[in-house]
């Protein structure tokens, strides 16, 4: 096999241990062009693959005519649900969703049917072929309706609704009948695309056993090979992975996309497939963020002391389950944030209907309800009397609090401090009217300062880190310790998917730091070792980071008990500068003399502390393993006039535990929070009667760097006694809390009362409505 | 059709050119060359930025015929005998890449921008790079790279 471009190992030079800024160790790869997407990769011989999807939310498929298609000069196989070769359902945790259409297609842009080709032109030509005659039906897409009628309005079997998940703590009807001040709200939350830019592609090439090897850009390698194998009708050890370079995730990488297909297609066609998705295709080919209905009620003192809180939060999966009941579950016990609440009553609703598929996204069903409690704790304080940061202060849960599922929080969560330190940074200067630059509009002269108003607001974020609910998502690393050209060099090994957070560059800092090595090599990613669980839920640095922690002590142990048998040197002996160095003596051999032509390997697997799945009646339960905060304080300047925003600077407090590496930690907030710049501002997948009006970046609007401001950052270091270093996730909670403190920066220039995400122009401007 | 050009100061030919192929296209899968990206192909996204004739353009907008003849110069053709460009350096050391799906596209863009305008104001590294999409960084470290890569450059001047 001559592979022009296939992943390789990541050499990670230089110093750089934990806590330190080092830099990117496929920097220079990536900077050059030289570093392999999956989208780059070539073999002489390969075919390019092409998916054939519905026009349609909801129709039934009467017949397929594959003849002309397959007459196409050029074109190498044409397939349909009928040639997959075992199973032809498949999901994360329940697999419901048809590798392709069988019979019937639940959503807009479900894969039909695949064609093999030697030109992706000739792909295209020969899908225009596939004659199939449709029986279109009116399409499910109220998923307010759904919960009223969950078994008339079914898009499965199984009725219309995935999950219900209650909670109910307390007594919300006396202390309803306490309360001297009450708020309500109805909120929306619009369908957000991930938006990666790398599109989902990857190349599977048939190997000589029968079996097939893929490269592909995925978040969770194991995760995919549970669900491929079976499709393929393969063992699990006949499908081998890989991972490609990934552009990009964000949680849309999560479920499957072209994997299943690029493996049949090769498997068919004994000859190596390519399948590279374009933009238009990309919108289609992954599930995006919920869209959100919901219905808040909060009751407090007249002083602002909340005594009550209820909350309905539905949520629309689309026509699949995919992570639907996971993101149901963080709904629901997130879902009025970190403030005490003694009575409560909320109910999460995950629901099926036609329109777009809906699962992972960063922030995870935590980011739909902090819209909606950020936006309830501005409309309670504002009822009260009292200002956004002295309202959340209030009512803020710290350590030792309970969280809605009564879980109480055992590791620091200095939210009243965080809000403090936000509210002291200094704010920004007015804008300077003689650039327009600094203007809403810019440079298009939408204004020359006439109508431009001021607001400031806060939002306030907490997510769950690792997986939740009774799941243990463990990760497994694999270091090796040798002499190679004189110098001691580890290699670390592991499944984890580095996607772009920096994963690889802390995997380098922990080995660096637990053996004393500068030399270390960061192996491909592949399912040649065990289970890494999926770069999402903010857990990699904790779980994957544990596990190559363990593996280096597991080597650090025997390399000290070889120096203690050869050298005899006593028991205070540890690996610092590529020697070993004792306490009392200082350094007493070289790590290179002691191993001599010896190599030091260990497998480690790392499991976090068990937690429980919700109670179904209660919801109560230490359903989670660790809790992260971020706190934002957001500037815009709103044109009145013409509804145009222009946020004009981020603050965020974040606590983070412990710094691993501040360079990439930076990179991780500064990134998670122009995403819910998005959320808040222009991001929406537009859907009507199931149909989506907006795929493409012409139409579907990501920030730009126009759009986003200057951010400033106050990075807390309270210790989590219980994870790796003391670490907290770090990925999600800044997606969450950007998104309500813009929104309420808008309130307060304008004055609207913005129930939905993203502001459209027409909800701000005086004009329009 | 056949299509010559030159590609980072080496003459290439690409056969069996079919018309309906863009410049990108024929870079990444005739050429080999997969530096520049394929984020968008609908000239949005920036991530396929090279230089055509000294000028940065969108390579996906670009029909290969239109580049008979002409100069191209791609991410792979930034960094000089004297080792990585001042942009490429910068944007390595600032933390400027993440998943770096974007980085070759921002890089042809930024180099212009230095070479154009070697003391950029932020307002015009932001002009500068407006069609330039990332999705990773929200651009914080993508401004402190463009600064950096200025002064790298002077330096070297
Ligand atoms: S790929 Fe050319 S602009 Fe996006
Ligand atoms: S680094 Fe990922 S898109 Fe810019």
Redesign the interface.
Known sequence: MTT??APGDVAAPGRGGVGD?A??P???L????????A??L?IDGTLFGATLRSPYARARIRAIDLGPALAVPGVEAVLTHEDVPGRRLYGLDHADQPVLAIGEVRHQGEPVALVAAD?P?TARRAMERIAIDWEVLEPITDARAVVADPDRLRVQERGGIVRHQPVRVGDVASARARAEVVVSGDFSVGIQD??????ESGLAVPAEDGGVDLFVATQWLWGDLRQIAPCLGLPEDKVRMTLA??????GGREDLSMQIHAGMLALRTGRPVRI?Y??YESFFGHVHRHPAQMRYEYGATRDGRIVYATAEIVLDGGAYTSSTPNVVANAASLGLGPYEIPNLEIDAYGVYTNNPPCGAMRGFGAVQACFAYESMMDRLGAACGLGPVEIRRINAAGQGSKLATGQVIDSPAPLAEMLTRLEAMPLPPPPDRT?L??LPGG?SQATHGEGVVRGVGYGVGLKNICFSEGFDDYSTARVRLEVAAGEPTVVVHTAAAE????LVTLQAQIARTELGVDRVTVAPADDRIGDAGSSSASRQSYMTGGAVRAACAAVRDEVLALARTRLGAGDDLSLAGGKVVSASAGAVATIADVLGDRTVEHTREYHHRPTVPMDPVTGQGDTHVQLALCVHRAVVDVDVELGLVKVVELAAVQDVGKIMNR??L??Q???????GLGLALMEEIVVQDGLVRNP???DYL?????D?P??RLEILERPDPRAPYGLRGAGEPPTLSSTPAIVAAVRAATGRPLNRVPIRPEDLCRRCS | MRVTFTVNGREQVADDVWEGESLLFVLRERLGLLGAKNACEQGECGSCTVYLDGLPVCACLVAAGQAQGRRVRTVEGLAGADGLAPVQRAFAECGAVQCGFCTPGLLVQADDLITRVPEPSDAEIREALAGNLCRCTGYEKILDAVRRAAELKAARR
């Open positions: 022009t471009r800024s830099l990117r496929d920097g220079t990536k900077v050059t062009g030289e570093f392999a997407y989208s780059d070539w030109h032109e991930q938006a990666f830019l790398g599109p370079g990934v552009g990009g995730a964000f590279v374009n933009r650039d630059r600094n440079v996607v772009g957070q920096g360079l990439s930076e990179g907030i500064h990134g998670g929070s122009a995403q493409s970046f012409t990501i920030p730009t760097i126009l986003t200057p951010q």
